[in-house]
Every structure is written in structure tokens, then in C-alpha cells.
DNA sequence: GAATAAACGAGACGGTACGTCGCGTCTTAAG
DNA sequence: CTTAAGACGCGACGTACCGTCTCGTTTATTC
């Protein structure tokens, strides 16, 4: 039962690898809006017809490709929740101010908005892995003893990388240390007391 | 006797406000990308050198005629610090749901990426009356006892904004009132607490 | 034990039958620029490999399986010359007029320039059947004493062909039986003066 | 009232000679085939929506822009009808093995079939000139005594053009001296004879 | 009142990417 | 070796949009 494939020739598995590899480099050499789908065809030495049978238009293709699991990790576990945070949001920043991904970010949120199957994707490989690190970081920081409550690590990590994206993307911050000093502080603290007093409450 | 303009015809005003009209029609009807500069200019019943005698692309328009102050502004304050972070958190949530929102923030953050000139307007007419806000609600929390140190209202801003654009954005996440209610949780929190203990030292 | 092909699966006849059927539907339907090889191959329950090993072309395949011994022969003969040649001359206004013919002739005209075996095939198989009506019209006619002398049957071929065909396909002329009438008259006085008098000389 | 067009910018008249040009001389390198409209374009220094602004598919530019008066007419008058005839037939012959006329004669008899208004403008500039040299001849020979009756122009432009076109395009012959004088003998006996017998009945 | 000068509607222009399509070849598995 | 299925390289096609330009016309201000 060897049947691999329905009928008719295969896929081209070099072909997937080669259009990767070229979609990469030409991102990197010409930006998103400089990439063409016959440069691309050509670099990979494959033909527009090839491309369009796998996606049906520039973004599925680049977005398709470019989509993995997160390259920079940050540096966990460090000795206390505060470290963990200040670690988690420099690594954010490190990944978000790399000009490719700066590139890439108008356009994923335009394709996300129109490709559910993308958005899927894109948690699934992207932002669960992320997520993962933030549950981490919350468990490390209850064993110590650091949080006694616990938190939704999605919610989490919306607050860990919510504020240095809008920073970065729509603020168009330069986000420096003290920055990201002074958000660790109000993320951690957060972190902590949340749940400690009434919502509905004001504290004495 | 004041010389409005220096000599020739002068530019016809009824164009702006038909183009204005014409554009935010047309990105309600086809959305950023369906929109071309001809549609608008027939839409407008005016030539594109009308246009182009304006703003010098599809961006610089399209932007210039929707960056506006917020429309919508959080009702503060409330009686305390959490019901105004979660009024905010509201607010804002209810802004970014708008889909002629959602659609254009994808171009607006390629543009500001690569029109300072826009960033700084960006951040002048919205952001900064978006700010003010959190500075007010930050001024009303001190005032009432609710908050002992100052904080800086963009860092506010930022964690106030951040997680729900990212949330919407880019996690796709649907944002309920039990999220936001979380999120408010965790803020108010964080700008309670902040400054209280040493960052670089656990707690005992 | 007659192994009538030297090793491996035979060729399946009904394949080319399918073909031809399909190639003849399909030009009927979409014309030979609609055609194509892929219609083709599905309409006739065949791959495309199978077409390939058969013809080199779409051009190959078109007019291999279209070049037949004319379907219409003229009804000869008459009871005269004049009579022969109008039946010929309605002859072949009627076979050009078919829509199908008049579909192919660009494109057979383009590959005749472009494929000398197509060509010898295409006079030995219809030029010739033609031609041989011709010869025999010239027969009958100097048999029954209205022409006195021998006339190459090529020659009277172009003669009798050559101006309907350029009528209808180059002209555009409407061919109707007054114009039939006219040249029949002009080609059998032709035909039967043709020699009587010295070509550089005029006739007193 | 020197309004000479509608409004809006007017065409740019040597867009239409380079373009011309451009074709012209693609044609003569490469072929009809072997042209692109990209090469097109970039020959002539304009750019494709200029070239599709005025014709709607690559058949109707080439043919639109070659189209013209005959480049070539026969010596004519010699002093018989038959020198004329011959001068006539040669001349054909030249034109049609024209390598350039040649390649575009298949494609030419496809668009002519499919465009009616070229097929009217085909007629106006081409043959038109053609039928009315064809008319002289006749007109010289009828007042030199050579001819009694008078002959349609046009179906004796048919008899002297459709046996050469035929024989070169569709028979593939090589259209010697030779057979132009025995083609020329056939005609002019055809065009000196003609109406001289009833048709319907053989001579004695 | 004429001259100036800029804005206007209309629409053609150069440039360039897009996505589609057709041809003829090639690759697999099945027969 | 042939077949069905269908992917492949190639390369042209025609469309679309952008931002610029060229007309002829209109509308103020300036001389």
C-alpha cells in the first residue's frame, strides 16, 4: 500500500524547499512590496505556475513560508519572575525590531484579517510557542513562590507583547531599556497582586 | 485686504470635503485594498490631479482623511481606578472591533513605517488625545488614593492599548468582557503595586 | 502467437478513435483557437501522454486527424465543360463555406509554411483527390471534343480553386451563384481558348 | 473652435508611429509568432495599456498597423492584355513570397474571419488598390480592341490573384515562370473569350 | 478690462506586478 | 511499453493600479 499520492506526478518536494528559500532571501533583499512572484519564480528556479498551484496569491505564498515557530527565545528561566519578564519583553523587542519582521507586520495584519486558515497557523506555530514560554515563566515564578495565584498565559503573554508591539508599530517608539524596565516593572507587579484585592473595590 | 492666496484660482474646498466623503465611502464599501484612486476620483466627481494636487499617494490620502482625534472616548471617569481601566480597556476594544478600523490597520502600520511625516500627525491627532485620557485617569487615581507613585501615562498607554490590539490583530483572539475584565484585573494591579519593591529583587 | 508489436502493452486503438471524435466535437464547439490539449485529453477519456506519443503537436494532431479525401466530390459529369466546371466551382464554395473548414484554413495555412510533411501529406491526401476530379473533367471534356488541346489538370486545379478560395477567405466576398456563373464562364473560356493564339501577340 | 478633442488629454500621435514602427520591424525579425507585445512595448518606447488603449489583442495591432496600399504593383501598362496579365501574376507572386507577407498570411485569414472591420479595411486599402489596377488593365485592353465585352474588375482581380495565392499558400508549389505563363495563357483566353458562347451549351 | 496664474475635469501616459493560460515534457503508479 | 493523472518549465497574455502628464477650460487676483 505504498500509494503515496492519489495519481499523476507528485508534488515536487524541491520545489517547496527551493520557493522557501528564495520567498527568505528576497524578503531580506528587497522588502514585502519589492518581492515580485517572478523574481521569486526565478531565483527558485521554478515556474509562476508551480507557485500558484501551491498558493493562490503573494501574501498566502510569503506568509505561508515565513510563518514558523519564533527564532529568538528569551532567556528562561533567570532567578525571578521580574528578570523572566524583563528577559521575555527584550526578547520581543529583539524580534520585533529586526527589520524583516518590522517589514512583514502591515502586511501579516492585513492577511491575518482575510485568511483565517493563516491566523490558525500562525497561533498554532507562532504564538503558542510563545505563549508556552510565558506559561513557563508563571509556573517557575509560583514554585518560588513569586505568584500565588494563577494566570491565564494567554492573557499573559497579550501584556508581555501587546504593549511593545503597539510601542514599536503604532506608536513608533524607540523602545529602550528604561522602557522596558519600567513596563517589566508594571507587568510583574501586576503579575503578583492581581486577584489580591476586590475589582469592584478601591484599596484603603 | 488679506490676500488668501497668492494668485490663480484657488483650490476649490467642496473637492476636499467630496474626496473626504468619497474615500470613506468607498473603504466602508471595498475596504483599504479595494479602493483605487480612480473610483475615488469618479466617486468624488473630481480629476485624480485634484487628488494627487493634495496628497501625494493612496496612503498620504487615505490616511490623511481618516487619522482623525478618537471618535469614540471612554466614559471617565468612573469611581475608581479599576472601573476606569476597564472603561478604557472598553473603549478601545470597541475602536479596534470597528471592521473600517480593523482593515486599515494593516496599511497604517506599513505607512508609518515608512512615512515619518505620518507617524508623527498619527501620533499627534490621535495617540496623543488617547494619552491624555490615561493621564487624566492616572491624575484622578492619585488624587483619590489609589495610586502613591507617578507613572508615566505612555507606558499607561501602552499597557492599556497594546494587548487588545495585539489581541485583535494579531492573536485573532475574540475579546470579551471576561478577557478585558482579566486584563483590567492585571493592569490595575500592575499600576497599584508598581515601584513598591525593588525590580531586581524577589520577594520575601 | 503473431506478437504484433515488439514488447510491452499495445497501443489502445480505441484511444486514437476517441481522439479523433474529440478533436472534431471540440473544434465544432470552441473553434481551433478555443482548442486545447487539455480539453481534448478530457473529452476523450485520454491523458495527454497519449495524445503526445501519437502527435507532436496540437498543429500535428488537428490537421492529422482533420485531412481526409474530400467529403464533398462535385457531381460529375455534366453534360459540358461549362456544366463541369460550375459544379466543380459549387463544389468548392460549399466545402469552403463550411464553418469548420473555414475555421482551420488560418492556422493550416501557418502550418503548411511551417511543415513540409504536413504539406506532402495534405496534397497527397485532398490536392490530389482534387485534382483528379480535374483531370478527369478535362478528359470527359476532350473526349467529347470541346477542348482541342491538353491542359496540365495542376494548372486548371488553381484556376478552378484558387479564386473562390481567395474570395471567401481573403475577399470576404459573399460567394452566390452569379459569381459562380461569372467565373465559370471566364475559366471554361479559358480552358477551351487557352493556346489558340501566340501569347506575345495581339489578336487582330 | 479649436476644440479638437472631447477632453482629457489627447493621444500621443507618436505613440501610434512608434508603435507602428516597432511592429514592422518585429515582424520582419522574428515573425508574427516570435513578436510579444512586450517587445513590442519596449521597441517602441510605450507601454502596453498605451498599445491596448488602441487595439484590443495582439492580431488586431499587427494587422491594423500592416495593412496598407500594395507596396508593390505590376509594370503595367505593357502592351497586350497578355504582357499585362503576366506583368500582373509576376507581381503577385513577388508580394505573396514576400517572406513577411507570407508569415502573416495564416494569421491574417484567421483575424479577417473573426473581425469584420478589418476584413472592411483589408478590402478599402489593400485590394481595393489592387482591383483598380485590374480595372485599367482591362480598361487599356478593351480600348486597344483586345477585349469586346466588359468584365467585373473584381472577378477578374479573383482570377488573376486566387490561383497564385493557392498554389504558393495552400498547394506549396514553387510558382515558376513557367507555370505563371501558362496561367496567364489560361486567363487571358478566358478574359478575351469570355460571353463569346452560351454557357448552358457546348460549342460545335 | 486684460493679463496672469493656478486649479479644474478628463483622460492618456510609462511603468510594472499580477494572476491566468496554453503548450509540450516529465514523473509516478498501475496495467 | 502504454496508460491516466497531473505536476512541471516556459513564457505570452491581457488586466489593473499607481502616480505623472497634457490638454482645454474656469476662476480668482493683479496690473
Known amino acids: 500500500m505504498p500509494a503515496k499520492h492519489p495519481g499523476g506526478r507528485p508534488r515536487d518536494e524541491r520545489a517547496d524547499a527551493a520557493i ?8 531580506a533583499e528587497t522588502g514585502y512590496e519589492g518581492v515580485t ?8 528556479g521554478v515556474s509562476k505556475a508551480t507557485i500558484y498551484r501551491r498558493w493562490r496569491s503573494k501574501a498566502e505564498m510569503v506568509f505561508a513560508t515565513s510563518v514558523h515557530a519564533p527564532e529568538l527565545r528569551p532567556d528562561l528561566p533567570t532567578a525571578t519572575l521580574h528578570g523572566d519578564v524583563l528577559a521575555f519583553l527584550r526578547s520581543v523587542t529583539k524580534t520585533l525590531s529586526n527589520p524583516q519582521i518590522a517589514d512583514i507586520a502591515g502586511p501579516l495584519i492585513s492577511e491575518l484579517a482575510h485568511n483565517p486558515q ?3 497557523r500562525f497561533q498554532g506555530r507562532f504564538l ?3 505563549r ?3 506559561a513557563e515563566m508563571l509556573d517557575s515564578a509560583r ?9 491565564d498565559p494567554a492573557t499573559a ?4 507583547t501587546g504593549p511593545v508591539f503597539f510601542a514599536l508599530y503604532t506608536y513608533r517608539l524607540r523602545v529602550d531599556d528604561a522602557m522596558l524596565a519600567s513596563l517589566a516593572d508594571l507587568i510583574t507587579a501586576g503579575l503578583k497582586s492581581a486577584g489580591d ?6 484599596k484603603g
Request: aromatic share 0%; net charge negative.
Open 132 to 134: 508556552a514560554d510565558v
Open 197 to 202: 484585592v476586590p475589582a469592584t473595590q478601591a
Open 128 to 130: 503558542a510557542a510563545e
Open 143 to 151: 514554585a518560588r513562590g513569586e505568584l500565588r495565584r494563577e494566570i
Open 118 to 120: 493563516l491566523a490558525t
Open 157 to 160: 503573554h497579550l501584556i508581555l
Open 20 to 27: 522557501q528559500q528564495a520567498v527568505q532571501e528576497l524578503l
Open 37 to 44: 512572484m517572478d523574481d521569486i519564480a526565478r531565483r527558485a
